[in-house]
C-alpha cells in the first residue's frame, strides 16, 4: 500500500499517515458561511482537500473513505443579509449553498461524502455545552455560555500560542461576563427577529466555535483522522475546536492529523475590497477564465506555500491545459471511455503522498506530456489518466464549455445574454484553431459584457529586445546568422514580447537571416529600417520596400524628431519630414503590419524644439502606429528629464499604452532612465541582452527584466511576459551571449554576475551565514546564480563550515580540521594564491585536509616546448607542443598536443599543455570532453626576479557550471598546470566519478 506522508499542524512535522481504521478513514473540512458568492480565497482549500479525497480514496478505496463538509448556515451576517433584503434566511442559505456547490464543480472539485449544516446540529450543540459546563470547562454568564481557556492546560497548542501571552496580549475590550479575556463564546441570547432556540440558558444560538466539535462527534464520533481548513482558522476557530472537544472527551484526542492550506494574495497584495482585488469564483467564471485553469494555478503552488493569483498565472495555465489536451485528444480517439476506471501513473501518485505535492506532481503531468510529443499512445494515455485524477477532464468537451456550464448572471437582460453565448461560442472556435490572441480578445468582450466585472491590479508592461541590431553596433561584436537565430530562439523562449532581427537588406548577414527567419512562439518578430527618403513615395522607396518584404507581422522605423538633424543630416525642411513619417506609417499599416516608431534624438529634439518634435510623434501614431518609442540617442538624458517629458507627450494625446522607452548609457542612466519613462506613464521599454549597443550601450534587460518583476513598485503594479522560469534563466543566456560573442562575462554585473553574491568580508560572510537578506536584496536563485562566500585570510570557521556544505561537505562545529583549513589557506595566500575568486581549488584544498579528496590519477611529469621558427613563406611563426604524462589505475599513459587552433594559429604553451592533460584521461574522458577553458588570468605578485606569477582560470562545463582555479609558481607554465590540475579534478568530484581500479 502507498505510504502517505502528511505535515501535522499539531506536531509540526511531516509524519507517516497511519488512519485509526484503514477501513474508515475519515476526514473532516471546515466548509464556508453561506451569506455570498465564495471568493477566490474560500477556494483553494475546496480544492486542496478534494486532491487529498482523491488520494485517500485511490489508497483506501472509496468505500472506506468518508469525507465532511460543513455548511455554516447560522451567522450574523447572514442575519444582517436577510434584515436588508427581506428574505428569509433559510432562502438565502439555500441559495448560496447551490452556489457553493456549482461554484466549486466549475473548479473539478468532488461533493463530499456528507455536508452538513449547522442549524441541523443544535440539539447536539446544546448536549456537548451542557456537557462541558457540567465538567467545570464552561460557564453560564448574563444569557451566554463561554469557554474558560484556562481550564484546558493545552489551550493554544495547536496554533503555538501561550495562553499567559494571549491574555497578557488582549487589546480589545473584554465583555463584564468574561471570566478572561481569551474565553470564547459557545451560546449567546437571541433578540428580536434573529434566529434561536431554545436551551436550558434561554433563547439563543450558538457561537462559531462549537457547532464543528458538535458534528465532527455526531459524524464521526469522538476520534477522526484529518482535520483541515485555511491557516487563518487555526486560530482562534480551530484552536478552540480542540479545545472543546478534547474536554469532551477527557482525552487530547480529537483530530489526529491537522492539516492548513496557506493564504491566497492577488497580484502580489492580500485579498481587500478596498485594493479592488477581492472577487469571487463566479466572478472569474464570467470573465472567461475556466474553472480547470483556476484549479491548475491553485496546485502550481504548494498548499502550505502562500500562493499568488496573478492574470499572467491564469494564462500560462490556459495555454497549458489546452496543449495537454490536444495531445491526449490526437492520439486518442474516445478519451473518456478510454481512461475509464484506469490506475493513475504512479509518478503522480508518489508526488501526492509526498505531503500533497501538487507542483510535482504537475511537473510530472507536463513530463508526460513532452513524450506524447513524439507520437506515444501510451504516453498520452498516462497524461489522460494523469490529468483526469488532479481533477482536469482530459477531452475537449473540458475545454469549452465556461458560460453553458455556469450559467450567465441572472440580472442580465436577454439582448447581453445572447450576446455574451455567441461570443463565447466565437472564442471556442479561435481557440480550437490556436488563434489564442484573438480568443482572449473575444473573451475580454464576453467579459465586458456581464454585469459583474472584475479588473486585475496589473498593467502588462511590454519588452522590445533590439541585441540583433543594436548589439551588432557594438565595437567587436559581429553576429553570424546562426548566432542570431540562437539568440532569437533564446529571447523568444525568455518570453518577450518583440524580437527585432535587424534591418533586411542592410547587409549580407541579415539578409541571410530573415531568408531563413526563425519561427518565434511567443515574441512578434519585427524588421527595422527607417522612413521613406523624400523626393519619392513611400511605395516607390526601394529602402522600404527591402523592410516590408521580409514579411516580419511587425515593423519598426526611426525617423528624425530634432530640428537640427532633420535640416543638417537629411538636408531637408521640417515639413518634408512630418510627410515622410505620415506617409511611411499609412503604407505599413495599409500592409497589415504592425507599425513601431522609433523617434530618434527625441529628446534631445524635445529640448531643442519641443512643438516640432511633438508634431514628429503624432504624423506617426495618427497614422496607425502602435507604439511610439521615445529614444534617447546621445544618452545624455537624465532620469528626471525623461521622467517630465514622458508625462508631456502623454498629455499631448499619445497614450502610455502606445508609448515606450529607448535609452543608451552614456551617463549610466540606462536603466534608471527606462524606470522613469515607464513610472511617467510609458509601456514598452527597448534594451538589450548584456546592455550591448554602440558606445556605452544601451539599456541592459538583463538587469531590468529581475528589476521589473523583483523590486516595487514595479513588481506591483506590472506584469510582463517572462515567467519564474525564464527569470531563472537569465544567468544561464547572459552567459550564453558572452560565449556566442567569445568574451569574459562580467563578474559584477547586476543580478547575474559571478560576483553579483560574493560576500568576502568576515562581517559580511559571518551575517549572510545567518540570514542572506542582512546582505543580499533578492535570493541568488530567483535569477539562477548562486551565492559565494569566498575563502581567504578574512575568513572565520563559521563562514569556512558554510562553504563546505554548500560543497555537500559536513563538519561539525569545533573540529580541529578546520582550524587547520584555515591555516593552510592563510599560508598559501602568504605565498601568493588567492581564494577569493578561485572557490574550487579551496574545495580541494579543504577535501585534502579532510581525508576526502580522491586520487583519480598521478601526473608524473609533463613537459612544454617553445619553437620559434619561419615557415616556408618565412613568416615568422611560433609553436607550442607539450607532453603530459599521467598514471591512472596502474597504468601509464602519454599525452603530446600542440598549440595550434582550428585555424592553424598558435595559442601558446598554456594551451598546449591544456589539451595534452585533457587528451587521454582514460576512464574520466567522457566525464571532461564537455570541459572549456572560459578564462585565463595571469597576475605577478613581488617584484624584479624574485617574482612570483598566480594564473586564475575558468571553466566551464555543459550543465552551464562555472568554476575558479588559481595555480602559483615563478614559472607561469607551471602555475598554469597547477590551476588547470584542480579544474579537472574538481569537474570529477561534481560529476561524482569513481577512482578507477
Not at 514579411?551 to 530634432?562: E, F, I, M, Q, R
Request: hydrophobic share 40%; charged share 25%; proline share 4%.
Amino acid at each position: 500500500m502507498t505510504e502517505i506522508k502528511l505535515y501535522n499542524t499539531k506536531t509540526r512535522k511531516k509524519e507517516l499517515f497511519t488512519p485509526l481504521d484503514a477501513n474508515d478513514v475519515r476526514m473532516y473540512v471546515c466548509g464556508p458561511t453561506v451569506y455570498d458568492r465564495a471568493h477566490i480565497g474560500n477556494a483553494r482549500p475546496v480544492v486542496v482537500f478534494d486532491v487529498l479525497y482523491r488520494l485517500l480514496r485511490h489508497v483506501y478505496e472509496a468505500e472506506h473513505v468518508t469525507y465532511a463538509r460543513n455548511f455554516t448556515d447560522v451567522d450574523d451576517k447572514i442575519n444582517a443579509k436577510a434584515a436588508q433584503t427581506g428574505r428569509s434566511i433559510r432562502e438565502i442559505t439555500d441559495e448560496t449553498i447551490g452556489w457553493f456547490l456549482e461554484d466549486m464543480g466549475a473548479l473539478g472539485a468532488l461533493e463530499p461524502d456528507k455536508a452538513p449544516r449547522a442549524t441541523e446540529f443544535i440539539a447536539e450543540m446544546v448536549d456537548m455545552i451542557a456537557e462541558l459546563i457540567t465538567s467545570g470547562h464552561a460557564y453560564e454568564a448574563e444569557g451566554h455560555v463561554l469557554f474558560d481557556v484556562t481550564s484546558y492546560e493545552k489551550y493554544g497548542s495547536l496554533s503555538g500560542r501561550s495562553i499567559d501571552d494571549m491574555i497578557a496580549g488582549a487589546r480589545v475590550e473584554v465583555a463584564p461576563y468574561k471570566r478572561n479575556p481569551m474565553d470564547f463564546v459557545m451560546w449567546k441570547p437571541s433578540v428580536g427577529d434573529q434566529p434561536g432556540w431554545k436551551s436550558p440558558w434561554g433563547y439563543g444560538r450558538p457561537g462559531w466555535h462549537i457547532e464543528c466539535s458538535a458534528m465532527t462527534k455526531a459524524i464521526f464520533g469522538e476520534r477522526f483522522d484529518i482535520h483541515g481548513g485555511g491557516l487563518d482558522l487555526a486560530f482562534p476557530h480551530h484552536e478552540n475546536e480542540k479545545a472543546q472537544s478534547c474536554c469532551t472527551t477527557g482525552e487530547d484526542s480529537f483530530a489526529q492529523v491537522w492539516m492548513h492550506n496557506e493564504m491566497l494574495q492577488v497580484e502580489g497584495k492580500k485579498m481587500s475590497k478596498s485594493l479592488g482585488n477581492f472577487f469571487s469564483v463566479r466572478e472569474l467564471l464570467y470573465q472567461g477564465v475556466p474553472g480547470d485553469v483556476i484549479r491548475f494555478v491553485f496546485l502550481s503552488t504548494h498548499y502550505r506555500k502562500p500562493m499568488d493569483w496573478t492574470e499572467k498565472k491564469a494564462k500560462e495555465a490556459e495555454a497549458t491545459l489546452l496543449g495537454w489536451r490536444a495531445l491526449v485528444n490526437s492520439q486518442i480517439e474516445d478519451v473518456s471511455t478510454d481512461i475509464e476506471g484506469k490506475v493513475p501513473p504512479p509518478e503522480i501518485i508518489c508526488a501526492l503522498a509526498d505531503n500533497l505535492n501538487t507542483s510535482l506532481a504537475l511537473k510530472n503531468v507536463n513530463d508526460f506530456a513532452k513524450r506524447a510529443k513524439n507520437g506515444s499512445v501510451g504516453e498520452a494515455r498516462a497524461l489522460a489518466e494523469a490529468m483526469a485524477f488532479l481533477g482536469f477532464d482530459p477531452s475537449w468537451a473540458g475545454a469549452f464549455s465556461e458560460l453553458p456550464r455556469i450559467g450567465v448572471p441572472s440580472n442580465c437582460d436577454p439582448n447581453t445574454i445572447v450576446i455574451v453565448e455567441d461570443l463565447l461560442t466565437q472564442r471556442n472556435e479561435a481557440r480550437k484553431k490556436g488563434n489564442f490572441k484573438r480568443a482572449d480578445a473575444l473573451r475580454d468582450g464576453f467579459a465586458a459584457r456581464v454585469c459583474r466585472n472584475v479588473t486585475m491590479t496589473k498593467q502588462h508592461l511590454s519588452l522590445f529586445d533590439t541585441t540583433l541590431r543594436d548589439g551588432q553596433q557594438t565595437q567587436g561584436v559581429d553576429f553570424t546568422a546562426e548566432d542570431k537565430t540562437r539568440i532569437a530562439l533564446a529571447l523568444d523562449t525568455l518570453g518577450l514580447d518583440y524580437v527585432e532581427g535587424g534591418w533586411p537588406g542592410a547587409n549580407p548577414t541579415d539578409s541571410d537571416f530573415f531568408d531563413n527567419a526563425p519561427a518565434l512562439k511567443t515574441a512578434t518578430f519585427t524588421a527595422f529600417g527607417m522612413t521613406k527618403r523624400a523626393g519619392r513615395s513611400a511605395e516607390n522607396d526601394d529602402v522600404l520596400a527591402a523592410v516590408l518584404n521580409a514579411n516580419t507581422p511587425a515593423v519598426c522605423l526611426v525617423g528624425k524628431t530634432h530640428d537640427f538633424h532633420v535640416t543638417t543630416a537629411l538636408g531637408i525642411s521640417l515639413p518634408e519630414n512630418l510627410a515622410n513619417i505620415a506617409q511611411s506609417f499609412a503604407h505599413i499599416s495599409a500592409q497589415n503590419r504592425e507599425p513601431l516608431f522609433d523617434a530618434e534624438h527625441f529628446f534631445d529634439g524635445y529640448k531643442a524644439n519641443p512643438d516640432y518634435a511633438l508634431e514628429c510623434l503624432h504624423a506617426a501614431y495618427d497614422n496607425h502606429a502602435n507604439w511610439v518609442v521615445l529614444c534617447d540617442t546621445n544618452g545624455g538624458t537624465l532620469p528626471h528629464e525623461i521622467h517630465e517629458i514622458t508625462k508631456a507627450v502623454i498629455a499631448s494625446g499619445i497614450p502610455g499604452e502606445h508609448l515606450g522607452i529607448h535609452t543608451h548609457d552614456d551617463t549610466g542612466h540606462a536603466i534608471a532612465n527606462s524606470l522613469a519613462a515607464v513610472m511617467a506613464g510609458a509601456r514598452q521599454i527597448q534594451g538589450t541582452l548584456n546592455g550591448l549597443g554602440e558606445r556605452c550601450g544601451n539599456a541592459n534587460l538583463i538587469s531590468l527584466i529581475p528589476t521589473l518583476m523583483l523590486k516595487d513598485p514595479s513588481a506591483s503594479q506590472f506584469e510582463i511576459g517572462v515567467t519564474e522560469d525564464g527569470l531563472q534563466s537569465l544567468t544561464k543566456l547572459s552567459r550564453m551571449l558572452d560565449d556566442i560573442l567569445n568574451r569574459v562575462p562580467n563578474k559584477t554585473t547586476p543580478y547575474v554576475g559571478a560576483s553579483a553574491f560574493a560576500h568576502k568580508a568576515g562581517l559580511h560572510a559571518s551575517a549572510i551565514v545567518k540570514d542572506p537578506s542582512t546582505y543580499e536584496h533578492v535570493e541568488p536563485d530567483t535569477v539562477g546564480n548562486e551565492r559565494v562566500i569566498p575563502m581567504s585570510n578574512q575568513a572565520g570557521q563559521s563562514n569556512l563550515r558554510r562553504r563546505l556544505e554548500d560543497a555537500g561537505i559536513a563538519v561539525e562545529k569545533g573540529d580541529q580540521r578546520l582550524a587547520n583549513i584555515l591555516n593552510e589557506v592563510k599560508a598559501r595566500e602568504d605565498r601568493g594564491y588567492a581564494y577569493d575568486t578561485a572557490q574550487a581549488s579551496f574545495e580541494l584544498i579543504a577535501r585534502r585536509e579532510l581525508g576526502l579528496l580522491p586520487e583519480f590519477f598521478e601526473v608524473k611529469r609533463y613537459r612544454v616546448t617553445v619553437e620559434r621558427r619561419r615557415n616556408k613563406r618565412n613568416e615568422a611563426v611560433t609553436l607550442s607542443e607539450a607532453v603530459v604524462a599521467v598514471k591512472i589505475a596502474g597504468q601509464k599513459v602519454l599525452s603530446v598536443s600542440d598549440s595550434l587552433d582550428l585555424n592553424g594559429k598558435d595559442s601558446g604553451p598554456v594551451n598546449a599543455l591544456s589539451k595534452a592533460l585533457s587528451k587521454d584521461l582514460g576512464p574520466y574522458q567522457a566525464c571532461i570532453d564537455d570541459m572549456k577553458l572560459v578564462d585565463f588570468r595571469v597576475r605577478i605578485t613581488g617584484g624584479g626576479t624574485a617574482a612570483v606569477t598566480r594564473v586564475i582560470i575558468d571553466s566551464e562545463d555543459g550543465q552551464g557550471r562555472r568554476w575558479s582555479t588559481v595555480g602559483v609558481s615563478a614559472n607561469i607554465v607551471d602555475a598554469s598546470f597547477e590551476a588547470l590540475l584542480d579544474a579537472i579534478i574538481w569537474k570529477l568530484i561534481r560529476d561524482d566519478q569513481k577512482v578507477a581500479q
